[in-house]
């Protein structure tokens, strides 16, 4: 792939992913004015998980387009990152580990493309903000990623939230018990000072999965941008911010400046979320946004809740899985989030078990590695882990309910998950790997494989 500005790879800025899509097919264009209350999200539906992504180019009551479905095919991501689809959980913990073991800072220019304009005045209406689903609240931010710094060490963090437009120049930000951002939050609280945040709209998927890294991988006190510049194999690119200390992306569509003052609520939600469930209403942080940046012709990116969350905050959390099990179970070889699953509740391990017990270890370790897993299912390598039907013959044939089943219970969970109130609720772990050693009896029946190649077969069409 060919780079943009100053040699940067394609992928550390959406404007020439979108023209790499448009030159690879990948890009569907819709022309003709769309709402963006309800039927850009109805359009983009009819897209969802193909191998193209959506660009709404008129949108009713802003300038902006808007792009939607770069994370929604495993497929288009392969190409993207120019790398099998099945490939990419592995591609992704390499790329966290080199991080981990040789962090890549993050460079502040002095200017970039997301300073090109600042808005006179703060007024989100201008901004082409979607809402997706039938009972959505209103207009929702749901794919920029947020930077702020601790309050006391100073140190750089990133992560995506939900953000509900509440007015002119206010938004209200669901934040996850247990997030960082939270524990920032709570800081600048005791510090009785308001939190300063970036919010950056339009960006490449290194940064986004650096923001979507769990916290397991970069745990609080590392700077997780550094990941971006590890998938970009340049440092990413900053710039200073102008009311705070916190930076804004030099290569995001939209940068907007915002805070939190501690204590101060709105109500949010509800919103359709990845589990296809709404979220609950409460009151939530408040957020003032006091300026909005953006290029010359920026392009506003969203997330249809789905698919393109499984392929994004799923596959960091598969890759971290990976990583794990690798490092201490003999024998993983992949693992796959199942999509029926939301794309993070079930993990399915493959394992080439080598000593009785391990199949059990791999289970633990799995829900170690990565806290919203609600169920792990462990497979032998005889079984495409990616294919439910193989997965449920290996439970149906292999799993024994007595010695195979592993409940835990009153377990920290995602809140999002409705069989988790207040975050807490029970695992389940399956091991549906044949007995160790092996015995015949379990052995995969197979035909051997045959050409077709030269022989004279007639395949009817079906009338
Ligand atoms: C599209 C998308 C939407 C997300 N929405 C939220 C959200 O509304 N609230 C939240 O706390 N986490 C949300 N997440 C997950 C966090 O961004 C993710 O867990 C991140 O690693 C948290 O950062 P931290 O480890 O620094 O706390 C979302 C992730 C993605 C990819
Ligand atoms: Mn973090």
Not at 338 to 353: D, R, W
Request: glycine fraction near 8%.
């Amino acid at each position: 792939m060919t780079g943009n500005r100053s040699g940067l790879p394609v992928i550390a800025d959406l404007g020439a992913i979108i023209d790499w899509l448009d030159r690879k097919g990948r890009l569907v264009r819709v022309r003709s004015e769309v709402d963006p209350a309800h039927q850009l999200a109805g359009i983009a539906a009819k897209f969802e998980r193909g191998p193209r992504a959506v660009l709404f180019e008129k949108v009713k009551g802003s300038r902006f387009p808007v792009f939607t479905g770069l994370y929604w095919s495993r497929e288009l991501l392969g190409d993207l990152f120019d790398r099998p689809a099945t490939t990419l959980p592995q591609y992704v913990a390499e790329c966290i580990r080199d991080w981990q073991q040789k962090p890549m800072a993050p460079a502040v220019a002095k200017t970039g493309p997301v300073l090109q304009v600042t808005e006179p005045e703060v007024d989100l209406s201008v901004l082409p903000v979607p809402t997706h689903a039938e009972l959505d609240a209103g207009p929702y931010f749901d794919a920029a990623v947020v930077i702020t710094k601790d309050p006391e060490t100073g140190i750089r963090n990133t992560s995506i939230q939900r953000f509900l437009v509440v007015g002119k120049d206010r938004l209200a930000i669901n934040i996850d018990a247990g997030r960082h951002l939270e524990i920032c939050l709570a800081k600048a609280a005791a510090r009785g000072e308001p939190l300063p945040f970036t919010l950056n709209v339009g960006v490449g998927p290194g940064l986004h999965f650096a923001a979507a890294t769990p916290a397991e991988a970069a745990p609080m006190g590392t700077d997780e941008l550094g990941i971006a510049s590890r998938f970009h194999g340049a440092p990413l690119e900053l710039v200073a911010g102008t009311t705070s200390k916190v930076e804004m992306v030099a290569d995001a569509m939209f940068a907007l400046e915002c805070e939190m003052v501690p204590g101060e609520l709105h109500e949010e939600g509800p919103f359709a979320e990845v589990t296809g469930y709404y979220a609950t209403v409460a009151p939530r942080p408040l957020v003032r946004v006091k300026k909005i940046h953006r290029r010359h012709q920026p392009v506003f990116q969203t997330i249809i809740s789905g698919g393109e969350v499984f392929n994004s905050v799923g596959l960091l959390g598969e890759a971290n899985v990976l990583a794990l099990l690798q490092k201490q179970v003999p024998g993983v070889k992949d693992v796959y989030f199942s999509h029926g699953g939301c794309g993070f509740y079930h993990a399915v391990v493959q394992i080439a078990q080598k000593r009785a017990g391990w199949a059990k270890q791999a289970l633990m370790a799995a829900f170690a590695a990565f806290p919203p897993l609600k169920m792990v299912t462990v497979v032998d390598d005889d079984v495409d882990i990616r294919n439910p039907g193989d997965v449920e013959w290996a439970m149906a044939t292999r799993l024994d309910p007595k010695r195979g089943i592993l409940v835990i219970e009153n377990v920290f969970g995602h809140g999002l998950n409705p069989t988790f109130t207040d975050y807490l609720g029970s695992k389940v772990g399956f091991d549906a790997t044949r007995p160790f050693p092996h015995t015949p009896n379990f052995t995969r029946a197979r035909v051997k494989p045959a050409s077709l190649d030269g022989l004279d077969i007639d395949v009817p069409e079906i009338r």
